[in-house]
């Protein structure tokens, strides 16, 4: 039976970086993958971005009310090639519903589904995706990286320009004003005043 991971860690823990690896590995065996990200993530629009340089355009970008399920359906009837691997990046973006269906390309298509992504944004709050991901995934892996001060980071923080900022939408993606920096425990709470949230 194939499988639903996710790979889930803090901003630059190198999960779009895994991405590309995994889908490079998948085709030098000769075996077909398609990439899928959520059409929230606009950095690259239709590419997965690592910020180590590299960058791919992906088969399938899905819009909120859209079945990741019928995108990967389409995707995968453009080709006579089975596909080995759905590969998702961006995955706290997803609706629970999408991720439920998912569950459902692992499970009654037998394609193994890697989606990575992170768990909480800039305030500590859960995605819901990455909510449902921790609920259903066969296999949870998290991809560690570390903080400024060298211990592991936990959390996301959100900057604007130089100074930390603990208010506003959950959602905004990298721009000229909005940076994000991974923080342990420790700094988090340092930067935030004690606050969680």
């Keep these: 039976m194939a499988k639903l991971y996710f790979r889930y860690g803090a901003m630059n823990s190198g999960k779009s970086t895994g991405l590309l690896q995994a889908a490079f ?19 690259g629009e239709r590419e997965v971005v690592s910020r180590l340089g ?11 009310d859209e079945s990741v399920l019928e995108a990967f359906e389409d995707a995968a009837a453009r080709e006579d090639a089975a596909v080995a691997c759905l590969l998702v990046d961006e995955a706290q973006f997803l609706q629970p519903s999408q991720v439920d269906e998912l569950l459902r390309i692992a499970v009654e298509r037998g394609v193994p589904v890697l989606a990575y992504g992170i768990r909480t944004d800039f305030l500590t ?23 400024r001060c060298g211990r592991k980071a936990l959390f996301n923080g959100r900057k604007v320009g130089e100074r930390f900022v ?28 004690g606050r969680l949230g």
Aim: charged share 25%.
């Design 125 to 147: 709050h859960a995605f819901p995706g990455s909510v449902r991901l921790l609920e259903l995934a066969h296999s949870l892996e998290e991809l560690k990286t570390i903080c």
């Design 166 to 193: 603990f208010d506003g939408d959950q959602v905004a993606i990298d721009g000229e004003a909005v940076t994000y920096e991974s923080l342990c425990a420790t700094c988090y709470l340092e930067e935030s005043g």
């Design 54 to 64: 590299m960058t791919r355009e992906v088969d399938v970008v899905v819009g909120p």
């Design 25 to 43: 590995n998948y085709e030098e065996r000769g075996q077909r993958v398609l990439l899928a990200k959520p059409a929230t993530d606009t950095k």
